[in-house]
């Protein structure tokens, strides 16, 4: 099956990782390593992180929800805080930005599939910034799904009118890569955005970084 579009997480891929924010805030609070992402998975599609990202909780209301939860588990955080921290590391990788105008010049279409919240200032700038460098752009928090809901994959590909089979999606987190993989997405795992690139540009048969 010939490829047609590159499906990218934003955050973790085009983006610097929002766990690292997470990581920071955890060492200067005192919490354990990895408090913070175990506490949004346990909480599931119930807690305040997944409603956020949904849009069914807006920012003020998450803040006292999250901060409550994080209580209950014996951490005192501030989600103002944390938010804030989350903004700033959310900086462009450029090489990936090259990697995705080149895409296009290719003729291939590109997509940005994104957990995300509803925001103000320099964050939503950012995205509102980068929305002009994708063909489709799917943000959690405007349709309601979340990754790993097979349906955001689903949605995706519509927007992008191409079947499943005919896209690569590149994440950071091994849960958002399973359903697009099941769903029969070739899939990239992006810890290196170099090594992440050379996988991909191995796929498709394009110089994406300048290098070959």
Known sequence: MTIKAVIFDLGGVVLDSPLDALARYEARQ???HNFLNRLIVEKGREGSWSKLERGK????EF?????SEAAQKGARISSVELMLEIAKTAQVRPVMLEAIQRLRAR??????LTNNWLSEGPYAER???LREQ?????????????KPDPRIYELTCQELGIRPEEAVFLDDIG???KPAREMGMATVRVSDPDTALAELEALLGIDLRGVG
């Open 127 to 129: 995205m509102d910034a």
């Open 175 to 177: 849960r958002n890569l």
């Open 63 to 67: 803040f006292n929800a999250f901060d």
């Open 134 to 146: 994708f063909d489709v752009f799917i943000e959690s928090s405007s349709v309601g799904l979340q």
């Open 57 to 60: 909780l807006g920012l003020e």
């Open 30 to 32: 005192g919490l354990p």
């Open 107 to 112: 003729g291939l279409k590109v997509a940005a």
